[in-house]
């Protein structure tokens, strides 16, 4: 009993062993045909894809060529453009541009046209009449004259520029101008041109200055009783005068005023 346990356990690991190696063969003869189909199926792809790429690249070359001559043809008129332009330029600097050469007058006339003011300007438009009778309306122009004294007369012989003046007295540059044309006509006052801040105005100096009455105020001699007696070689004389005398002294005695 115990052999033929035996020997069915042998024939049965035998028919194990055949079933395997069954097994076996079947996978391989499945993965050969699985190969032949993948590459069966491989080979048209890339066919049509050879197919594509060879219409697609035909197209490209044809599209290139005409776009390369249309450039051609395109810069072909732009380099004769840039020519005819260029030819022009090249005949302008070759000319040289001939200045005229101006005369000492030309140069002396331009030169004060540039140098010119506004009171230049304005005694050529105007006639000495119209300088030496011009009004301002609403404004007493025997006062403007004496304030315009006053301030230059502070200023004594240095004088001052007319643009300070016509902003103390709210003139403008017009209305001052012919009010200084005028005072110079008058002689009351002398005009001095001068470069100033790069541009030409006038200096103000007084020619006349006013007659003040301020340093005989007081004088005994204005209400002197014996006046008619009073003689340089009579009893009562300036030199020997009492009142005379007495009025000196309190004068010398008073603050002296600040300017």
Do not use: H
């Not at 356990?9 to 063969?25: F, G, Q, R, S, Y």
């Not at 540039?114 to 050529?124: D, I």
């Not at 009351?188 to 103000?204: A, G, M, Q, S, V």
């Amino acid at each position: 009993m115990a052999k033929k346990k035996d020997t069915l356990i042998e024939e049965a690991e035998k028919i194990k062993a055949d079933l395997d190696e069954l097994k076996k063969k079947t996978a391989k003869k499945e993965a050969k045909s699985a190969k032949k189909t993948a590459k069966k199926e491989a080979k048209p792809a890339k066919k049509t894809a050879k197919k594509e790429a060879k219409p697609a690249k035909k197209t490209a070359k044809k599209e290139a060529k005409p776009a390369k001559k249309t450039a051609k043809k395109e810069a072909k008129p732009a380099k004769k453009t840039a020519k005819k332009e260029a030819k022009p330029a090249k005949k302008v600097e070759e000319k040289p541009v001939k200045v005229k050469k101006l005369t000492k007058k030309e140069l002396e006339e331009a030169k004060r046209e540039a140098e010119k003011t506004l009171e230049e300007e304005l005694e050529e438009q105007l006639s000495d009449e119209e300088i030496e009778n011009f009004q301002i309306e609403k404004v007493d122009m025997e006062r403007l004259t004496n304030k315009v004294c006053d301030i230059l007369a502070e200023k004594e012989s240095d004088g001052m520029f007319q643009g300070e003046l016509w902003k103390k007295l709210k003139l403008t540059n017009q209305v001052g101008s012919r009010l200084a044309l005028k005072l110079e006509r008058m002689g009351t006052i002398t005009r001095e041109k001068l470069l100033e801040n790069n541009r030409w105005t006038y200096k103000l100096i007084l020619k006349k200055t006013p007659i003040s009455t301020q340093s005989i105020e007081g004088a005994p001699c204005l209400v002197c009783p014996v006046e008619q007696k009073c003689s340089l070689e009579g009893e009562i004389s300036p030199t020997n005068c009492q009142f005379i005398e007495d009025w000196v002294i309190a004068e010398l005695k008073k603050p002296v005023k600040a300017k």
